[in-house]
């Protein structure tokens, strides 16, 4: 057990419709990532918040957004859903900005019909 | 274009012997390096990891190296054993500025360890 929580564990929902992934980091980690997996792509890196703060950012979707709330939980909101955007979503932290290891989540596998 | 890839997409080893794990990477911005397992429906778990200073980094059965000429690294697991058997994706983290602590993961190699 990596320390890492996400819910849901799995969602279905239809084409053009919006969902929220939650996730709260190992106790004591400011740094929050969100990667998604799916089968054309491996693991892509969304984005990332540090303390409240977005610190980088990938090839994220302008139809995804995130943030970091005070108690350092972090959302992850999909809108205008497409079917290629079924995949598996991943929520890591680390205990600090940069190079380092990331404990990851369990993941949300999201199921776009 | 893939920065960090794993050319084999599986292997297969015998329960005690070693299994050797190939990563190459082509920018020579990334100085931090990592492996993780990952079982089906899990996530990713953290193995070892090392740093652009050093070429070599242990811990237990597990040994990474890195060879920053020829920008490669490679996981070595000795004895390998069952419960070993998992995909195994190398991934690098670059030198600050927009990057932060960003992972740029290969595509992974799916390791088979047979009794």
């Known amino acids: 057990d990596s320390g890492v929580t996400q819910t849901p564990k799995h969602l279905i929902t239809a084409t053009g419709q919006r969902v929220t992934l939650r996730c709260s980091p190992r106790?004591?980690?400011?740094?929050v990532y969100w990667y998604q997996q799916s089968l054309d792509q491996g693991l892509q890196f969304l984005i990332q918040?540090?303390?409240?703060?977005?610190?980088a950012k990938g090839n994220i979707l302008e139809r995804f957004s995130a943030q970091q709330f005070p108690d350092l939980h972090s959302e992850l909101n999909l809108s205008s859903l497409e079917l290629g955007d079924s995949a598996l979503y991943f929520c890591?932290?680390?205990?600090?900005?940069?190079?380092?290891?990331?404990?990851f989540g369990p993941g949300t596998r999201l199921t776009v019909t | 274009d893939q920065q960090v890839k794993q050319n084999s997409p599986s292997l297969s080893v015998q329960e005690g012997r070693i299994s050797i794990l190939n990563c190459d990477y082509t920018?020579?911005?990334?100085?931090?390096f990592l492996w993780y397992k990952k079982y089906p429906a899990e996530g990713p778990t953290f193995l070892i990891s090392?740093?652009?200073?050093?070429d070599k980094n242990e811990d237990g059965r597990f040994t990474v190296f890195l060879n920053k000429s020829a920008k490669h690294l490679s996981l070595h697991i000795v004895p390998s054993q069952p419960g070993d058997s998992a995909v195994y994706f190398c991934?690098?983290?670059?030198?600050?500025?927009?990057?932060?602590?960003?992972?740029?993961f290969g595509q992974g190699t799916i390791l088979t360890v047979h009794p």
């Open positions: 890591a932290s680390s205990d600090r900005q940069g190079a380092g290891e990331q404990y």
């Open positions: 106790s004591g980690d400011l740094s």
């Open positions: 918040y540090y303390n409240g703060e977005e610190r």
């Open positions: 920018n020579s911005m990334f100085d931090y």
């Open positions: 090392i740093s652009s200073i050093k």
């Open positions: 991934a690098a983290s670059g030198a600050g500025g927009t990057s932060y602590g960003k992972l740029t």
